[in-house]
T-cell receptor, first 115, second 109 residues
Framework: DAGVTQSPTHLIKTRGQQVTLRCSPK?????VSWYQQALGQGPQFIFQ???????QRGNFPDRFSGHQFPNYSSELNVNALLLGDSALYLC??????????????FGPGTRLTVT | GIQVEQSPPDLILQEGANSTLRCNFS?????LQWFHQNPWGQLINLFY???GTKQNGRLSATTVATERYSLLYISSSQTTDSGVYFC???????????FGTGTRLQVTL
């Protein structure tokens, strides 16, 4: 049973550049959520995708955008990178069957460094 | 939004000792998960426990939803238990998770 996968593992970008991170959900899952974890803090919710639409969004600027594909995989795009965007970006997947469980499973993360 | 507080923030134990980690939350939840984050950043699912009690080996968890808290028990701790333990809660139907600030556990020989 394939778990959540993310790519790339590490990434170094320069201020002002754009970056795309990728996520494939756990087999059988249809919902993808993205989180940002700064050093020493807990993960913060960015947004969630279901049926190829953004269903909920956290307190992040429009520079953060996403996409979900028909196979349920997802991308996170960040434009005009700032030094403060340096963080671990985590993808989580879940199944939109709330009568059973809301449990989320996380990928290994992408560590983004902005210089 | 919902507030999640974890205590203690830091914990140092000798191998073999037992510990209790606490998570308080400020509103009703329909999702509560405990995670262990390893040194490489991977969040490992420990328990999905919006209410009740569960056990998995040396770990167990209890959530008292009416009193808005959850406890994670670690017995006979091992050095591999070291890392950060997060409690995360969700409300409503969209299943967004709000994380606590974590408990950093160090188990020494």
């Amino acid at each position: 049973d394939a778990g959540v996968t993310q790519s790339p593992t590490h990434l170094i970008k320069t201020r002002g550049q754009q970056v795309t991170l990728r996520c494939s959900p756990k087999s059988g899952h249809d919902t993808v959520s993205w989180y940002q974890q700064a050093l020493g803090q807990g993960p913060q919710f960015i947004f969630q995708y279901y049926e190829e639409e953004e269903r909920q969004r956290g307190n992040f600027p429009d520079r953060f955008s996403g996409h979900q594909f028909p196979n349920y995989s997802s991308e996170l795009n960040v434009n005009a990178l700032l030094l403060g965007d340096s963080a671990l970006y985590l993808c989580a997947s879940s199944l939109n069957r709330p009568i059973f469980t809301y449990e989320q499973y996380f990928g290994p993360g992408t560590r983004l460094t902005v210089t | 939004g919902i507030q999640v507080e974890q205590s203690p923030p830091d914990l140092i134990l000798q191998e073999g000792a037992n510990s209790t980690l606490r998570c308080n939350f400020s509103d009703s939840v329909n999702n509560l998960q405990w995670f262990h984050q390893n040194p490489w950043g991977q969040l490992i699912n420990l328990f999905y426990i919006p209410s009740g009690t569960k056990q998995n080996g040396r770990l167990s968890a209890t959530t008292v939803a009416t009193e808005r808290y959850s406890l994670l028990y670690i017995s006979s701790s091992q050095t591999t238990d070291s890392g950060v333990y997060f409690c995360a809660v969700g409300t409503g139907t969209a299943s967004k998770l709000t994380f606590g600030t974590g408990t950093r556990l160090q188990v020494t020989l």
